[in-house]
């Protein structure tokens, strides 16, 4: 080394003379590689492999005189060793390897789907002149040869990567005890305080002493006592790396961390023994270290840095000021914060290197507890219980691979386009400035942000590339990431929330993961705030035809008549409105809005003084009179959808009128003592108006888009809109769930038998429990009303169509936000492309070619631990306006994120395509794989849909009827046993193909009942054609007769299934019954055409056939087997029948239906008056397989086509990810040890047609 030259790198000896023999003692046989690699253009020198061969591990050693992670000097190659190998990772199948300069060894993952550095490293110098036996130790074990994967194909089956699984899993289950403690942490701090004998005045705060009305409500405790949580949670990460001494001084150092510091008090705590002594230092003690940071800087001569910010603001714990708590509880509390229980072992909670997201996902669970004051015993009681603020909302926990996923697809092609656009403009000069400027200038936007997980994700995958383009490192250092993604959450991250809980969680992740230390916290009340996105206003100058009529229909609690009357006065003055738009009156002299909140977005935020400063401006921005008048105009339009109809509220009513007169009146200020003031209208009939809607939009938290956020929503509309909205909001349908809302506030109402029973309970609750009574009221009020304005306000033309589920509407809305070039990237049910409620927003979709893609997941593997594991979701990715996405790639129902991003499992569909397939709605179907896309395709291509709406083709004279009765509304009409005049009531479940006769409620067991299955009657009784299977309920004859009435004349019905998943053993279950009473999950299909009801045979075995199943798999997405599925699946006409066909069909359908005497009815109408045929399962699987065979020629397949539908891995083997009747081939081989049917179906092929 010493003989070198000092600019040689010395890459030939580090690696001859050391590194290639390491290597070799730890099992490798490295083999070098002369050429590079070339992959999507790009070249990659990697200088190793393992051993010989393109697809074993990649190794990469450079000179030990060279920075691991730094570009050589030279400026070649384009990447330091660590970028070169990451980005090679990231880009090919190849999942870990190594890079080593000697001396530091990196051993990397593919972080393709990750946001931050991903790497575990080791100083050998260090290790070896130090001698670290232990960490060598660890060094040998996890770099040897057969850690790693051999190759490419068994990549994820390494040791390495059950190792990277494990952890991750271990982190869940970490999660899961932290949970636990951070709620035992909060009821204890909260009856610490409540309970303390020296805090009198916070019970008296709270009301919970006679005589004494609330000042702080249980929920502002509550969210104070979070806040509390946040402080200390916050501190403890900082402290653990090292963020907040600033200073060099060793013995300022030593006095923060002896007699200031959280570590001091959590080693207190975790301490074995302690008592109660009635002492209260330690917590004066706390709120001297929270004194340290607050907007005075006290801690400035400790050498710490400036917080400041709203969470350690003066005001932020106001209702705990002046309080005691007992050193014993806030010890104890935490303890709950600092350790958890492992197997059995108490472990502390290592907070350097916990995720923010972690955290995050740990404190999101405590927004699903109501907080309660109770007195129990004489004691009061701090007590949280569990409620439905996240649950019934539908938010859940989003993994990171899942937000990883959707920043790969939604945000990085934004972040590229960004780059490569001034990139064009710039031409061949650098100019990293500009490239800065731009990164700055993205807007993103989650509008339901929780905790904050995709903006946190969000802000390191841009702050990645701002350090890039600074630093000029393809894997910028800590300081220069942590610095960037700083500036990124101030200039480029939005977030809007419901809950205010969830709001200040958001903020506390954003603080931590953007606090390099030296600095202040940054302000985020203009980025991050509270409301709720679907309520307000987005585009103010929806205000220009003034507030809608239908804004005054009548919902629950509402005086109808009165309701009418406003609704006729309000359309009076919309008619008579001036021509000059509200809009442009309020604007006539208007200041930029726009401006002013960039104006605030520029304001450094390096010193407290700064953020303060940054604050104030804030503040005044609100209190300008023209902007106030603007927000209040929106909170007028939006109040009218929610304020109660009655005439105790009248006064207070707007109507367009009131929109009107805002711009003929004057707004003042009216100054309080402490110079502050208030903004008011000067017509004192029309301010209370205004002061009304304004209370009601804080109550309900309007959002009004345009007025929070101008900068993203100019006036103009020069830029409009984000660049890009990601999210995963929340899936919950519009309504009241009266189980839930009554499980904590009445047990009777919500265990009552059915429906019928609890709204017989609830119409009593007026006169046993009236405040329960006013109380439900008012919330099916706001609930309604939200479903008035969600229909009404015109927001949601595409979305507000049935039963709305918020999704949908989300979806919607998000679509609105993004700028022409943007995107949108959502996680929401897979129902966006399947349902029929939202068909419209789909079917836009695609004709405006601004669908990207649909990656499709079935929860199977619980990538969601909080829904069940037959729920199906999906990532979709939008573009903007501009967006002319020709064709549209999808992949569905995938297990696993490998399994998502499976080429065989993709597929694409154009315009023409969704019009084929779907004609009617242009959903989506749900193909497993691109073969299964192009089989069906075929099938399209030959037999048309059961119904086209648009072409008004419907050759078999179909309609449909919902199940004769509703199990739960007509619950009230069911007799428990048989009697004269009643009939039986059928229940889907009861019911199978050609098999009327297929399960019985006699002798089932409440294990079974338990879990919706009945026991099957044995083969040999239902020889007996005189045997019936019993139902659980009865009906009136009468009653049947009426819901029929001049519907149907048959004396018998043809029913299906309506719900059904794609991988039951069979889908489509049609079946013919006799006529009897039947359950609203079991459709009837009417035959409007006399003529050909004697072809009945041939739909029913069309509608059974294996073909016909396999195509309806292909459309169910949910486990709703709707109308609008079946009219648009391939159905033979009945003109495509021969006589032979219909003689051949016919008879093998009569056999397998007429089982039992209840079925005469029907084989008369098939021409037979012969007596039942014998019930014979050998007999009736050859009949089936040959309708099976025969159907599959008159769709025109072929025999290896036909081959495929009934195994897809008998043709492209067992790793094929498509599956078409797995269960039905498990069953099979279970009970016959083989798959019969399809051996009997090609045997059937063969005889008939492979001549």
Not at 1181 to 1196: P, T, V
Request: glycine residues 6%.
């Amino acid at each position: 080394m010493a003989r070198l030259d000092e600019n040689n790198s010395a890459t030939t000896i580090t690696r001859e003379l050391w590194t290639v023999p390491l290597l070799q003692s730890l099992g490798y046989e490295p083999v070098y590689t002369a050429t590079a690699e070339v992959v999507e253009e790009k070249t990659y020198a990697i200088s190793h492999r393992a051993e010989a061969g393109e697809n074993k591990p990649p190794i990469h050693i450079i000179g030990c005189r060279l920075e691991i992670d730094k570009r050589p000097p030279s400026g070649t190659p384009r990447l330091s060793a660590h970028a070169l190998v990451q980005e090679y990772l990231n880009k090919t199948e190849h999942l870990w390897a190594i890079a080593t300069n000697g001396f530091r060894w990196r051993l990397l993952r593919d972080s393709s789907l990750m946001t931050r550095l991903t790497y575990i490293e080791f100083d050998l110098e260090q290790i070896l002149c130090g001698e670290n036996f232990a960490e060598f130790g660890l060094f040998y074990r996890l770099f040897h040869r057969s850690r790693l994967p051999e190759g490419m194909d068994d990549a994820d089956k390494c040791l390495l990567e059950y190792y990277h699984q494990e952890a991750l899993q271990q982190g869940g289950r970490v999660r899961e005890k932290l949970r636990d403690g951070v709620e035992k942490a909060l009821i204890q701090l909260g009856n610490g305080f409540i309970q303390h004998p020296q805090n009198e005045r916070l019970r008296q705060k709270l009301g919970i002493i006679p005589n004494y009305e609330a000042e702080v409500t249980n929920y502002e405790f509550y969210r104070q006592l979070l806040r509390l949580i946040y402080r200390l949670l916050f501190l403890m990460v900082a402290e653990s790396r090292n963020l907040l001494l600033i200073g060099e001084d060793l013995e300022k150092t030593r006095i923060y961390r002896e007699y200031y510091s959280i570590e001091r008090l959590r080693e207190l705590a975790e301490r074995p023994h302690w008592r109660r002594e009635g002492f209260q230092d330690l917590w004066q003690g706390l709120w001297v270290t929270f004194l340290l940071f607050d907007e005075n800087w006290r801690g400035e001569v400790l050498g710490l840095s400036p917080l400041n910010g709203d969470l350690f603001g003066s005001g932020t714990l106001s209702a705990l000021d002046n309080c005691a708590i007992d050193n014993y509880d806030l010890l104890i509390a935490l303890r709950q914060l600092s350790l958890y229980q492992d197997k059995g072992q108490l472990r502390r909670v290592n907070y350097e290197y916990l995720d923010v997201e972690e955290l995050g996902s740990v404190y999101e669970s405590l927004l699903d507890f109501h907080p309660q004051v109770i007195l129990h015993q004489g004691i009061y009681e701090f007590a949280l219980v569990f409620g439905s603020d996240r649950k019934t909302t539908g938010s859940y926990y989003t993994p990171p691979q899942l937000v990883q996923q959707l920043i790969k697809t939604a945000l990085v092609p934004v972040i590229e386009e960004k780059l490569r656009s001034i990139k064009q403009q710039l031409g061949n000069s650098e100019n990293n400035q500009e490239l800065e400027k731009a990164l700055l200038s993205l807007k993103v936007c989650d509008p339901a942000c929780g905790s904050g997980h995709f903006l946190l994700a969000a802000a390191r995958r841009i702050g990645k590339e701002l350090a890039k383009v600074r630093t000029g490192e393809g894997e910028p250092g800590i300081e220069p990431l942590k610095l960037a993604i700083r500036d990124v959450i101030q200039n480029c991250i939005y977030g809007v929330d419901l809950n205010p809980l969830a709001v200040d969680l958001c903020k506390v992740a954003l603080w931590i993961e953007g606090f390099p230390g030296k600095l202040p916290l940054s302000f985020l009340d203009h980025r991050i705030k509270c409301g709720n996105s679907l309520v307000g206003v987005l585009d103010i100058s929806c205000l220009d035809e003034g507030i809608p009529d239908e804004a005054f229909k009548a919902v629950t609690g509402d005086d109808k008549p009165l309701a009418t009357q406003l609704k006729k006065r309000n359309k009076k003055e919309r008619e008579n409105k001036d021509q000059l738009s509200i809009y442009e009156k309020l604007a006539t002299d208007n200041i930029d809005y726009a401006e002013m909140w960039r104006e605030l977005g520029v304001i450094p935020e390096t010193t407290p003084q700064e953020v303060r400063s940054k604050q104030k401006k804030y503040k005044e921005n609100l209190q300008e009179p023209n902007w106030w008048l603007k927000f209040s105009a929106c909170n007028l339009w939006t109040a009218a959808f929610f304020m109660p109809l009655t005439e105790h509220d009248l006064q207070l009513l707007p109507t367009t009128e009131a929109l009107n007169r805002l711009e003929r009146e004057k707004v003042e200020k009216i100054y309080k003592s402490d110079n502050s003031y208030k903004l008011r209208i000067t017509n004192y009939e029309l301010n209370n108006i205004v002061n009304a809607a304004n209370k009601l939009a804080e109550e309900k938290h309007f959002f009004h888009w345009c007025i929070e956020f101008p900068d993203i929503f100019p006036e103009n509309k020069g830029k409009w809109g984000f660049d890009c909205v990601l999210g995963n909001p929340p899936w919950e349908l519009l309504q009241i769930a009266e189980k839930e809302f009554f499980a904590s506030r009445s047990a009777e109402i919500a265990n009552a038998i059915n429906k019928a029973a609890r709204e017989k309970l609830i119409k009593e609750l007026p006169k046993g429990n009236p405040e329960l009574a006013q109380a439900f009221e008012e919330i099916k009020h706001d609930a309604d009303a939200q479903n008035k304005f969600i229909r009404e306000s015109g927001r949601f033309s595409l979305t507000a169509v049935g039963k709305i589920n918020t999704y949908a509407v989300f979806a919607e809305t998000t679509r609105k936000l993004i700028s022409p070039d943007g995107r949108v990237g959502v996680i929401v049910p897979t129902g966006i492309a399947t349902d029929a409620t939202t068909s419209g927003f789909f079917r836009n979709l695609v004709e405006s070619s601004t669908l990207k893609s649909i990656t499709g997941f079935k929860n199977e593997r619980f990538i969601f631990t909080g829904i069940e594991h037959v729920v199906t979701f999906c990532i979709v990715i939008l573009g903007g306006s501009k967006a002319n996405f020709n064709e549209m790639n999808f992949s569905w129902l995938a297990y696993t994120f490998s399994e998502a991003n499976d080429p065989k499992r993709q597929f694409n569909l154009d315009n023409y395509e969704f019009s084929l397939l779907n004609p009617n709605t242009f959903t989506c179907p749900v193909f497993r794989t691109g073969t299964d896309a192009e089989l069906t395709k075929k099938i399209y291509q030959r037999v048309p849909v059961l119904e086209n709406e648009k072409s008004g083709s419907n050759p078999w004279g179909i309609s449909f009827m919902q199940g004769l009765f509703n199990m739960s509304t007509d619950s009230y009409l069911f007799k428990n046993q048989a009697g004269n005049g009643l009939v039986p009531l059928y229940e889907a479940k009861m019911f199978h193909q050609f098999d009327h006769r297929y399960s019985t409620y006699e002798d089932a067991t409440q294990a079974q009942l338990n879990v919706g299955i009945l026991p099957k009657p044995l083969e040999e009784v239902k020889q007996n054609p005189h045997f019936a299977v019993q139902p659980r309920y009865w009906v009136s004859r009468v009653d049947l007769k009426n819901r029929l009435a001049e519907k149907w004349n048959k004396d018998w019905l043809l029913g299906f299934r309506s719900i059904c998943r794609s991988t039951d053993e069979r889908t489509a279950i049609f079946s013919v019954l006799p006529k009897i009473a039947i359950g609203h999950k079991a459709p009837l299909v009417l035959i409007n055409n006399k003529k050909i009801i004697s072809l009945i045979g041939c739909l029913l075995a069309n509608l059974n056939s294996l073909v016909f199943d396999f195509v309806t798999r292909q459309k169910m997405g949910g486990t709703d087997f709707s109308y609008f599925i079946l009219k648009q699946l391939p159905v033979l006409p009945p003109e495509l029948y021969t006589a032979e066909d219909i003689k051949f069909i016919s008879d093998r359908v009569l056999e397998l239906v007429y089982t039992a005497w209840d079925m005469q009815p029907f084989a008369n109408d098939m021409g037979y008056d012969g007596k039942p045929f014998i019930w014979n399962p050998n007999r009736r699987a050859l009949l089936r397989a040959e309708l099976d065979a025969y159907y599959a020629k008159l769709y025109g397949l072929t025999r290896d086509e036909l081959r495929y539908i009934v195994d897809p891995t008998d043709v492209y083997g067992a790793d094929f990810p498509s599956e078409t009747f797995r269960v039905l081939k498990n069953n099979e081989m279970k009970q016959f040890g083989e798959y019969r049917t399809q051996r009997l179906v090609l045997e059937a092929w063969d005889r008939m047609f492979d001549t």
